[in-house]
């Protein structure tokens, strides 16, 4: 075993003329949370499809848990577990039924037992056998992350995880995404929003232009910075937090 | 990689069962058309044919095509779903034999389009469809019918992987869904203008139509059946090529 999850070296693809990712560089090492902070079209979205054999990279190279993923793309398969950038959930099938199909296409002896116990441990119980199209969307995404987790793959990618959620979505999948690291599972997480990144990341990498441009610890990337001036500022709550305490819920419980 | 067909099979008919309009759609409709030219048209139509013909019989083949044109365009609306939603790539990233999403859409449009056919058939059967076809005959029919929605299928495939708009993954059906109207399927070509005729005697589905009308009667089916069997194949194989060739591009 070796202690690199995954391993990006110089991987470039074009689309037509346009060049997406220009020599990317990303060390993941086992059991870390790595974030991919870009903006939007930096190229996140096209470095997952790559990673998790969607998408023949032009140049380069690119390794999941040792395994290549242009020679040995079943390996990889079977090493990671995708959740895209809108929560690819069966919203016809109820949420048991979704985890149970994805056991199945797993070869996993009893999905019913595994379906259950991660029904169970993302609050989903009671609302096992409604369908998925009824749920909110940070309870979709929740379905969605626990159909990754079927079959224990090391690897995870989450592609954008909260684009899309309001704020309480937003935090019961952070919430989730915590957990999980606490598992020891590696997460390769893509963000457009700093604040996630920082709350949920080991490692932060920064995309821009088809490049890395920085790369380290979030204290790592405070460095980088001009060492701080002390200002005393007044606090304003923001909106956020108007809304969230009005609402009887707060960040982080 | 594990051959998942099956699963994904009972997944997609799963959906036919709890969505209702589907089976509407796909049924309903070709019902509606068959009382329709039976107790509307079928009168006047009637009175240019042979007084021995059996008109719910003659239509019978037409009518049922027209169902199996319509019901593809639900094979293609649901592969778009899967590809829009995500779950397509989903998919695609697992350890599995990647045909097996496709197979799994093909076989549930076999599975429910045959469904179909047996209620069409069914009621039929009530408003006077009567056959002196044998066994082997039937045998034919069912063949021939399931080609003909093997190779719809596929071409409703290609829509399904490429569309960009729900309207546009099930808009290629309407013109497959009117070819009977154009052909042998409700009236003789006879009475057409010349042009119509050609176009009329000589399209897919007329000689489809007419293999299954001959085999239905207990006729010699001619030159028919080999026509139809190389239009279905053609449609097949050629549907077969660019659905692949779109698939591969979807996915590396």
Same mark, same amino acid.
């Given at each position: ?253 | ?34 009382? +329709? @030219?039976?107790? %509307?048209? &079928? $009168? ?12 719910? !019989?003659? =239509? ?18 649901? +592969? @778009?779903?899967? %590809?829009? &939603? $995500? ?12 045909? !097996?999403? =496709? ?18 058939? +069914?009621?039929?059967?009530?408003? &006077? ?124």
């Amino acid at each position: 075993m070796t202690e690199t999850a995954i391993q990006v070296k110089d991987l470039r693809k074009s689309f037509k003329d346009t060049e997406v990712l220009k020599g990317v560089d990303i060390e993941v090492r086992r059991g870390e949370i790595f974030a991919l902070l870009g903006s939007n079209g930096a190229g996140k979205t096209t470095t997952v499809k790559i990673l998790s054999t969607l998408l023949r990279p032009d140049g380069g190279t690119a390794s999941v848990c040792g395994f290549d993923v242009q020679r040995q793309p079943g390996k990889v398969q079977q090493s990671i577990s995708l959740t895209g950038q809108f929560a690819a959930v069966d919203g016809i099938l109820t949420g048991r039924e979704n985890l149970v199909l994805i056991a199945k296409l797993r070869s996993i002896s009893d999905p019913a037992q595994v379906a259950d116990s991660l029904l169970e441990r993302f609050g989903l119980r009671d609302a096992a056998n409604r369908r998925a199209g009824t749920y909110s969307g940070g309870m979709t995404r929740r379905l969605d992350i626990a159909m990754s987790l079927v079959g224990t793959p090391p690897v995870i990618f989450l592609d954008e995880p909260t684009t899309g959620l309001d704020p309480e979505g937003r935090l019961e999948v952070w919430k989730t995404i915590k957990e999980l690291a606490s598992s020891g599972v590696t997460i390769l997480l893509t963000t457009q929003y700093l604040e996630e990144a920082e709350q949920l990341a080991d490692k932060i990498a920064i995309l821009h232009g088809g490049k890395i441009i920085a790369n380290g610890t979030l204290e790592e990337l405070k460095k980088l910075f001009p060492p701080a001036q002390v200002e005393y500022i007044e606090k304003q709550p923001s909106l956020e937090e108007i809304f969230l305490a009005i609402i009887g819920k707060k960040e982080g419980n | 990689m594990k051959n998942k067909t099956g699963v994904l099979f009972g997944r997609s008919m799963r959906h036919i069962l709890r969505s209702p309009d589907t089976i509407i759609t796909v049924a309903i409709v070709p019902i509606m058309m068959m009382l +329709l @030219f039976v107790y %509307v048209f &079928g $009168g006047a139509i009637k009175t240019s044919m042979d007084e021995n013909v059996n008109y719910v !019989s003659y =239509l019978l083949p037409g009518v049922l095509l027209m169902a199996i044109a319509s019901g593809i365009s639900y094979t293609a609306l649901r +592969l @778009f779903m899967d %590809v829009r &939603g $995500g779950l397509f790539a989903r998919f695609s990233s697992m350890p599995i034999k990647r045909s !097996s999403m =496709l197979w799994g859409h093909v076989l549930t449009s076999l599975v429910s389009n045959a469904i179909s056919v047996v209620v069409i058939i +069914l009621i039929a059967l009530i408003i &006077g469809f009567r056959s002196s076809a044998g066994i082997l005959s039937w045998l034919a029919i069912a063949g021939i019918i399931s080609l003909f929605t093997l190779a719809l299928t596929w071409v409703a495939v290609l829509p399904g992987l490429t569309a960009k708009s729900m309207e546009g993954a099930t808009a290629f059906s309407y013109p497959i869904v009117f070819l009977p109207f154009i052909s042998s399927a409700f009236t003789p070509t006879e009475t057409m203008p010349a042009a119509v005729r050609v176009f009329a005697e000589n399209q897919p589905v007329s000689s489809i139509i007419e293999t299954v009308r001959s085999l239905l009667n207990s006729e010699p089916v001619g030159n028919n059946i080999w026509i139809a069997l190389a239009w279905c194949l053609g449609i097949l194989i050629v549907a077969y090529m660019f659905a692949m060739r779109a698939y591969k591009q979807k996915i590396a």
